[in-house]
């Protein structure tokens, strides 16, 4: 998921760059002191890109973004099926499964979370709710972790196969039920579902859900910024891509309706002033200066599995960046690659797929899928084509063995991104792997 400065580079500049290479790589260690070609030979500001990028319409796709985002409050019961939201039991088990200690869980563990799951009360509730602060959606009703194998590079920390996402402050939920112990509570989100911990939410009468959807929004364009109450007490911080009913405005700042709870957990209805320099009342145009804006700051992620430690996956950038733009997509990369016009790049060449997605691919419109990542194509640099992903790393390989030089974060890269690296791992290329593209607006 990764790269980026000017890329033709002769051959004889690729070998030197090789030798000079460190002769040794640590599996899954971040090694400071091996140039990455492609970050040091791809330009890693997105205004390189967005020079050219004249849009000034609105797509259809861009005028539904409101009804994805409530649409689980329009919800009369859980819309999956028990058998649908079992899945994490049928995927994980004793012998490939590994807990905080690095040592195999236990037949009981899988035992407790079944327990603790309460299945028998599966859409018993049917209510609609709302979160108050930034919630961690879980497969199994507990904090504790689930890895693979730590002694594998790519596995163990800080690939926690229990975190399905993050979900931030003031989002839409659907509850189906608590947990055996109450502690947790399952949910829908528009874009995934699983455990929250009960006090992470509140409860909202239909009439109040259905006030918010036909009020007036202010759209956040920016991260980490506090949001108080009126008097300044602090609530959450912001998120690209959050929705927040309109109250009122003046020259400066928006108000805006914010919900957190008091005693019982009750719903608690306070006004907030969110400034205008954070915010839009309207969808942003994907012209160059609002790609910019936005790409800036989701480009100060770092790479984090499921939204864990409040970062980004290569699904959730995405999913972030197109949110201002009133673009809705699902939480996970396969999800994603089926958004839009698709058009297959399974059994071609590598040659047939550059060829297709030069002909057909739109810049910061389209979306190149391969199993497990996804990227936003860019454009085109010395006729090479670019893309902008969230990427843990290179893989590599040597006698045998997987490794990988680290990158963890945002970059533009080729799609060949570490085939100048020591012990390259050519059977991981993002271009031979590349499956799909599929064009955002059409």
């Known amino acids: 998921m990764v790269s980026i400065l000017f890329v033709g580079c002769s051959t004889k500049k690729a070998e030197i760059l090789k030798e000079n290479l460190p002769q040794k790589i640590v599996q899954d260690v971040v090694i400071k002191d091996i140039p990455i070609y492609d970050l040091e030979n791809i330009p890693q500001k997105v205004e390189y890109f967005t020079t050219n990028i004249e849009i000034n319409t609105l797509y259809d796709i861009q005028k539904k973004y409101e009804k994805s985002y409530y649409s689980v409050w329009n919800l009369k019961q859980a819309k999956n099926s028990l058998s649908e939201i079992k899945w994490p039991f049928t995927i994980y088990s004793k012998t490939k499964s590994y807990g905080e200690n690095l040592q195999l869980l236990e037949d009981d ?62 989002k839409p939920l659907f509850v ?46 920016k991260d980490n910024i506090p949001i108080n109450t009126a008097n300044g007490k602090y609530l959450f911080d912001s998120k690209i891509g959050m929705i927040l009913p309109l109250i009122d405005e003046d020259e400066s700042d928006y108000t805006v309706l914010i919900i957190t709870s008091y005693k019982h957990n009750k719903p608690l209805y306070l006004k907030s002033k969110i400034s205008k320099k954070i915010a839009n009342l309207e969808i942003m145009i994907l012209n160059k200066e609002n790609l910019s804006t936005i790409i800036n700051d989701i480009s100060k992620t770092k790479y984090g599995w499921g939204g864990m430690y409040e970062q980004r996956d290569c699904s959730s950038s995405l999913r972030d960046l197109f949110a201002p733009f009133g673009i809705w997509l699902p939480r996970n990369s396969y999800q994603q690659s089926k958004i839009g016009k698709v058009i297959s790049l399974e059994n071609l060449t590598s040659t047939e797929k550059i060829k297709l997605i030069k002909e057909n691919a739109l810049p910061f419109q389209t979306l190149l899928y391969k199993k497990g990542h996804i990227l936003l194509y860019v454009g085109l640099l010395n006729n090479e084509i670019i893309a902008f992903h969230n990427t843990w790393g290179i893989k590599t390989l040597k006698s045998g063995i997987e490794g990988r030089i680290i990158i963890g974060g945002s970059v533009f890269s080729s799609l060949s991104l570490g085939k100048y690296q020591l012990d390259y791992d050519e059977e991981s290329e993002i271009l031979r792997n590349l499956k799909s593209m599929n064009i955002l607006t059409q």
Do not use: C
């Open 109 to 170: 563990f899988f035992t407790q979370m079944l327990e603790e799951s309460n299945f028998k009360e599966y859409s018993t509730i049917n209510e609609n709710a709302i979160t108050i602060k930034l919630a961690n959606i879980r497969s199994f009703p507990t904090d504790k972790p689930l890895l693979k194998d730590p002694s594998k590079a790519g596995e163990g920390f800080p690939f926690d196969y229990i975190q399905n996402s993050t979900i931030a402050a003031n």
């Open 176 to 221: 189906s039920h608590y947990s055996l112990n109450k502690k947790w509570v399952y949910i829908f989100s528009s874009f995934t579902y699983g455990w929250i911990k009960a006090d992470e939410l509140v409860f909202l009468d239909k009439k109040y859900t259905k006030n918010i959807q036909e009020s007036k929004h202010i759209r956040i364009i």
